[in-house]
């Protein structure tokens, strides 16, 4: 493989954490750092003959594969990222292999299969609820701080907690729905209090995430996906995991990266900004896509259309609030 020059690799030198590298928008950005010449450590539950209690059949592993073959370079370590000892081990090994860590991508718990009951707020199943939220959530927090503690010492460093679309509301069960707020709002509060140390935070979405659950789900592979369209002409606008990816990609090589601290961003929106296409030099833009919503019950329809006009009064009200608030701080 020829030797990537120095302005096809603006990640050269830099050294990147995936945590939850193992699949779908995780696998991407591990894909995309490494694309883009950062060292990459892909951590997560499933490493091979030892799958997660997911019990699908990606490893972490098999995605450092895919990075080294490519001519990038990627260690695959198990880390469970909901026990703290693990995280903070995880970090003091980055930390005597190379000094920096600079990049902190968090993708762990993004295809749970325990949130993925919809249904009504009533109708929850609250079982597993506590390992949901220490999966999903806890080990996001865990993460961050040991990610934040080694990034000040450098003063510098990119924290990108990947979750799922660009509202706030719109439901699904409060599990799930109450992480994936989290997941917004957190990096909002940590951007405040990192910004004076050199680290931007920010949280970002994929659309349409044609992800292995996904392509399994609608019956079709990477090769023949277009096949999925026949079920649901949304499919049609998919992004392949690596676009996300190579979002955060962007947005790590972005000198004034921490102009964008503390905000949501999507993928379709980056890639309009930065110019990168997926794989196959497309750039999938779920924004503009009008979205067919056939294959929705009415009563679903219903919830997003109630859902996104008490989110507009939500916004309304909060950000005037926040006006007031602010004339109240000096400076």
């Known amino acids: 493989m020829a030797k990537k020059s120095r302005s096809s690799s603006p990640l050269a030198g830099r050294v990147a954490l995936v945590a939850g590298a193992t699949r779908g928008a995780g696998r991407g950005a591990a894909r995309a ?6 060292t990459v450590y892909c951590t997560g539950r499933s490493v091979k003959g030892r799958p ?10 098999e995605t450092a594969a895919m990075i080294n073959d490519a001519g990038g370079r990627a260690i695959a370590v198990r880390v469970d ?10 970090f003091a090994r980055i930390a005597r292999a190379h000094k920096r860590i600079d990049i902190l991508v968090d993708s762990v718990a993004g295809e749970l299969p325990l949130m993925k009951q919809y249904g009504f707020m009533w109708q929850t199943d609250l079982t597993h609820a506590d390992e949901i939220f220490r999966q999903a959530l806890t080990s996001r927090i865990i993460t961050a701080k040991h990610a934040a503690l ?4 450098a003063r510098r460093g990119l924290i990108a907690e990947v979750t799922e679309n660009d509202l706030l509301g719109l439901g699904g069960n409060p599990l799930m729905h109450a992480v994936k707020v989290a997941q917004k709002a957190l ?6 209090e990192l910004q004076p140390h050199g680290i931007a935070v920010v949280s970002i979405t994929p659309g349409f995430l044609r992800s292995e659950s996904m392509l399994e789900h609608f ?7 277009r096949d999925g369209g026949k079920k649901d002409r949304n499919f049609l606008e998919s992004e392949s995991p690596l676009y996300v990816g190579r979002a955060v990609a962007a947005l790590a090589a972005d000198p004034d990266v921490l102009c964008r601290t503390g905000m949501l961003y999507s993928s379709w929106e980056l890639a309009r900004q930065y110019k990168f296409t997926d794989y196959d030099g497309r750039r999938p833009d779920w924004g503009r896509h009008k979205i067919d919503w056939s294959g929705l019950p009415p009563e679903w329809v219903d919830l997003f259309r109630t859902g996104t006009e008490l989110e507009n009064r939500w916004h309304a009200t909060l950000q005037a609030r926040t006006k007031k608030f602010r004339t109240k701080i000096p400076g």
């Open 33 to 38: 750092l490494g694309e883009a010449g950062a």
């Open 52 to 61: 997660s209690p997911y019990n699908r059949p990606e490893t972490i592993d």
């Open 81 to 90: 990222h909901s026990v703290e000892s693990e995280v903070k081990a995880l």
């Open 150 to 153: 080694a990034m000040m010492r």
């Open 187 to 192: 990096p909002l509060g940590w951007a405040a």
């Open 219 to 225: 019956g079709v592979t990477e090769a023949n996906w």
